[in-house]
């Protein structure tokens, strides 16, 4: 089976709420996509779509070009981790799986592998009941990787992870990816997915608000904005805000600059006497990217239809 995602024209109404309202990306082989929106916005929605649990009012949800409930073996397809308090707190980690395994007709010596995989083969034989919500987290990871899916599906998987869980649920994502697979994460933080997803898809009210590459994300917000260190913070503002720049401070010695070249900031800087060091492009970070995505989101709901903003 394609290791592909595709939501199209998705619409699904609850009662008074409509939770989807037309939405429509694609997540593809080899790639981490975050799937990235606020509270409520309809993230665990479309994945309960996609894997059969909700049934959507129009539009469609294939894995690899067809319906999960139209899969056979659907298991060894699609994993997935939608809830990871969604197991049996008497059974220890490795008899939950074994549980599982026996029902695809997997076998001891893959549940020890999977437990190997995630980091939980010390912690096998402990009671899951008295796990820590990031080994649950881990745990949960374990069994959609059961019978080595192509696809997964993984809704907030960084949730109570300590700093170590993080660095090793990046890689994780990482290699899942170079392994061809197509993963969908969902997180409500851009900063948690920094170093692990390549794509992500934006939503907002159940609507796509942006699908892109975390590359073209980055490079539109940090676009016209130069990075620049100094000792005379509070004059160096003065000076650029008096020449039209738009300045942010970024650190106790640090600022961003937009609407002026570095060429430009230099010579205003230079001609004022303000002392200055490390004039560089600014690089925004994904969290950055976010923001200005909002920000754009809202104020295009704001304006209508494609009024200029000021300054442009
Ligand atoms: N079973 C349900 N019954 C009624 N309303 C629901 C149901 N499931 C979701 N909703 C509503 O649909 C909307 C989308 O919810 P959803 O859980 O998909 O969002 P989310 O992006 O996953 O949010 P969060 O980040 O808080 O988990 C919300 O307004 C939610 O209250």
Redesign the pocket.
Same mark, same amino acid.
Request: proline share 6%.
């Given at each position: 089976m394609e290791a592909t995602i595709e939501v199209s024209g998705a619409r699904k109404r609850? !009662?008074q #709420?409509l @939770?989807l309202d037309g939405l429509t990306f694609s997540v593809r082989p080899g790639e981490v996509t975050g799937f990235l =929106?606020?509270? =409520? @916005? !309809?993230? $665990? #929605? #479309?994945m309960r779509a996609i894997l059969g649990l909700d049934a959507l009012d129009e539009g469609t949800a294939l894995v690899g070009g067809r319906r999960y409930p139209s899969l056979t073996r659907p298991l060894g397809h699609v994993g997935s981790l939608l809830d990871a308090g969604a197991l049996q707190p008497s059974r220890s980690a490795r008899n939950h799986l074994l549980w599982l395994a026996h029902s695809q007709g997997l076998g001891a010596a893959r549940v020890d592998a999977v437990l190997a995989l995630v980091g939980l083969d010390s912690a096998a034989r402990r009671h899951a009941g008295g796990f820590s919500l990031g080994m649950r987290q881990r745990l949960g990871i374990a069994a959609a990787m059961l019978a080595d899916p192509p696809i997964l599906l993984l809704d907030e998987p960084f949730n109570g992870l300590d700093p170590d869980g993080f660095v090793w649920m990046r890689g994780f994502l990482r290699s899942l990816a170079a392994e061809g697979r197509a993963v969908l994460v $969902?997180s409500?933080l851009m900063s948690e997915l920094e170093g692990s997803a390549t794509h992500v898809v934006v939503i907002g009210r =159940?609507r796509l608000v942006t699908e892109a590459t975390v590359a073209e994300l980055i490079a539109r917000a940090s676009n016209g904005w130069v990075a620049l260190r100094t000792s005379a913070r509070e004059q160096a503002m003065a000076v650029l805000a008096g020449a039209g720049a738009t300045v942010a401070v970024t650190g106790p010695d640090a600022l961003t600059v937009q609407g002026m070249s570095g060429e430009q900031v230099a010579q205003a800087l230079g001609a004022a006497a303000v002392p200055f060091a490390e004039l560089s492009p600014h690089r925004a970070s994904l969290e950055e990217a976010y923001m200005e995505l909002t920000r754009e989101a809202v104020e295009y709901r704001a304006q209508g239809v494609s009024a200029p903003t000021a300054g442009e």
């Open positions: 609850f !009662g #709420t @939770a =929106g606020p509270n =409520g @916005a !309809g993230k $665990s #929605t #479309t $969902s409500h =159940g």
